[in-house]
């Protein structure tokens, strides 16, 4: 799905604000690389190297661990309501300690593996992971988890995310982003409250859930003047 000309910015939760307004002119006109067709994980991802990275020129952040798709068949009566969302997004169903950062190659229940990856491009492609692993890419559940490390305590910073479908997300063990229905990928369609990075290492967990299409994310951290953060590093571990 391309990158589109301008951002929406909706709150889907009741703790969501709307952006500072100079989020706006920070994302419109962006448009997204063209890539040939993926053969297995390529173009889309590469594995991740051995030293963290910084996030684009835009902030987005690139580098996760990705979980192989957990088959979760559609429900198709009422949708991704939030109700719904919460019941099979949650800490109680993700596959494994929810506290803990997998491994690349770790195992998941199920047989599910933790894959380190770098994104090609600003929104991370899960459809084409799915596809290039050969797993089902319909009706599933995708896990990311990323390690964001801060050179000093950051306050009062949102995390501006985007999906396709319904998603939600954890900083530090603590709810900051729902997404919910059957939506397309727009950058920044929810911002957080301000919250709180802290010096050194901090945890950004959330999923993905799929219905019959396409599927992908996008998350960066934006500081209270609305313009992206780009001194931080993004590891896997």
């Given at each position: 799905?391309?990158?589109?000309?301008?951002?929406?910015?909706?709150?889907?939760?009741?703790l969501a604000?709307?952006?500072?307004?100079a989020?706006?002119?920070?994302?419109?006109?962006?448009?997204?690389?063209?890539?040939?067709?993926?053969?297995g994980?390529?173009?889309?991802?590469?594995?991740?190297?051995?030293?963290?990275?910084a996030?684009?020129?835009?902030?987005?952040?690139?580098?996760?661990?990705?979980?192989?798709p957990v088959?979760?068949?559609?429900?198709?009566?009422?949708?991704?309501?939030?109700?719904?969302?919460?019941?099979?997004?949650a800490?109680a169903?993700?596959?494994?300690?929810?506290?803990?950062?997998?491994?690349d190659?770790?195992?998941?229940?199920?047989?599910?593996?933790?894959?380190a990856l770098?994104?090609?491009?600003?929104?991370?492609?899960?459809?084409?992971l799915?596809?290039?692993?050969?797993?089902?890419?319909?009706?599933?559940i995708?896990?990311?988890?990323?390690?964001?490390?801060?050179?000093r305590?950051?306050?009062?910073?949102?995390?501006?995310?985007?999906?396709?479908?319904?998603?939600?997300?954890?900083?530090?063990?603590?709810?900051?982003?729902?997404?919910?229905?059957?939506?397309?990928?727009?950058?920044?369609d929810?911002?957080?409250?301000?919250?709180t990075?802290?010096?050194?290492r901090?945890?950004?967990?959330g999923a993905?859930?799929?219905?019959?299409?396409l599927?992908?994310?996008c998350a960066?951290?934006?500081?209270?003047d609305?313009?992206?953060?780009?001194?931080?590093?993004?590891?896997?571990?």
């Amino acid at each position: 799905m391309g990158r589109p000309c301008s951002a929406a910015l909706w709150c889907a939760l009741a703790l969501a604000l709307t952006a500072p307004a100079a989020l706006h002119a920070q994302t419109a006109g962006m448009v997204e690389e063209k890539l040939p067709p993926p053969t297995g994980l390529a173009p889309y991802f590469t594995p991740a190297s051995a030293d963290p990275i910084a996030p684009d020129a835009d902030g987005f952040l690139r580098r996760w661990l990705l979980l192989e798709p957990v088959v979760k068949p559609n429900r198709t009566n009422t949708g991704f309501t939030p109700s719904y969302v919460r019941g099979v997004i949650a800490p109680a169903t993700y596959p494994g300690k929810f506290e803990a950062v997998p491994r690349d190659g770790d195992t998941a229940p199920g047989g599910l593996r933790w894959h380190a990856l770098d994104s090609s491009l600003f929104d991370v492609k899960l459809f084409y992971l799915a596809q290039g692993l050969g797993k089902p890419t319909y009706g599933v559940i995708f896990w990311a988890v990323t390690v964001i490390n801060a050179p000093r305590e950051m306050r009062g910073v949102r995390l501006a995310m985007g999906s396709n479908s319904a998603s939600r997300w954890w900083l530090n063990g603590s709810e900051v982003a729902g997404l919910y229905g059957d939506r397309r990928m727009v950058m920044d369609d929810v911002v957080s409250r301000p919250i709180t990075l802290r010096k050194g290492r901090n945890v950004l967990r959330g999923a993905v859930i799929n219905g019959p299409g396409l599927s992908d994310f996008c998350a960066r951290f934006v500081g209270e003047d609305g313009k992206p953060i780009r001194d931080i590093s993004i590891d896997v571990k």
